[in-house]
T-cell receptor
Framework: GAGVSQSPSNKVTEKGKDVELRCDPISGHTALYWYRQSLGQGLEFLIYFQGNSAPDKSGLPSDRFSAERTGGSVSTLTIQRTQQEDSAVYLC??????????????FGPGTRLTVL | GDSVTQMEGPVTLSEEAFLTINCTYTATGYPSLFWYVQYPGEGLQLLLKATKADDKGSNKGFEATYRKETTSFHLEKGSVQVSDSAVYFCALNYQGGKLIFGQGTELSVKP
């Protein structure tokens, strides 16, 4: 079946602009995660959605970052007033048994964000 | 807090050499442990996992054993190929939810 898809694959924006990144999880997966991969910081957790529960936002680096998940499926990560330090690859993942530590997360190809 | 530490790269090996990438973790409980791989230009893929002490995960000739006594999950392969060139990430998951990743180790295999 189809894997996790993300769009756009690349995004170049100017400092101060807002951007939206989209993630389509694997059908039937109840959990959705956003991570950020950057040269200086490695792979960092950003936010986690599980079903109808309140999302775990503990990894969001500032209030310029927000995310929503509509209808328990597609998710959008929004970065307002982008800064150059936001340049990174943003990865989305989904999983089917998120309450278990044994659960496998499946990753999308990522969106490469460049802030000029 | 929970954390994962990997050996630093880049690691450069000749084809058919033996590979070890060290990974140690700190966790308050008994996490599940994972190795993910990122091939050039591709997304993260699960390579193998182990969910309890003494479990051995294996895939594509790679192995890693969950050692609770040394809090380690070292990745090994007996004979690497050029196609194994990639970045390898060790990760843990303690209670479900987020993965905590090591910093990644870049492997380059030369013919």
């Amino acid at each position: 079946g189809a894997g996790v898809s993300q769009s756009p694959s690349n995004k170049v924006t100017e400092k101060g602009k807002d951007v939206e990144l989209r993630c389509d999880p694997i059908s039937g997966h109840t959990a959705l995660y956003w991570y950020r991969q950057s040269l200086g910081q490695g792979l960092e957790f950003l936010i986690y959605f599980q079903g109808n529960s309140a999302p775990d936002k503990s990894g969001l680096p500032s209030d310029r970052f927000s995310a929503e998940r509509t209808g328990g499926s597609v998710s959008t990560l929004t970065i307002q007033r982008t800064q150059q330090e936001d340049s990174a690859v943003y990865l989305c993942a989904s999983s089917s048994i998120p309450t278990s530590s044994t659960d496998t997360q499946y990753f999308g190809p990522g969106t490469r964000l460049t802030v000029l | 807090g929970d954390s994962v530490t990997q050996m630093e790269g880049p690691v450069t090996l000749s084809e058919e050499a033996f590979l070890t990438i060290n990974c140690t973790y700190t966790a308050t409980g008994y996490p599940s442990l994972f190795w993910y791989v990122q091939y050039p230009g591709e997304g993260l893929q699960l390579l193998l996992k182990a969910t309890k002490a003494d479990d051995k995960g294996s895939n594509k000739g790679f192995e890693a054993t969950y050692r609770k006594e040394t809090t380690s999950f070292h990745l090994e392969k007996g004979s690497v190929q050029v196609s194994d060139s990639a970045v390898y990430f060790c990760a843990l998951n303690y209670q479900g939810g987020k993965l905590i990743f090591g910093q990644g180790t870049e492997l380059s295999v030369k013919p």
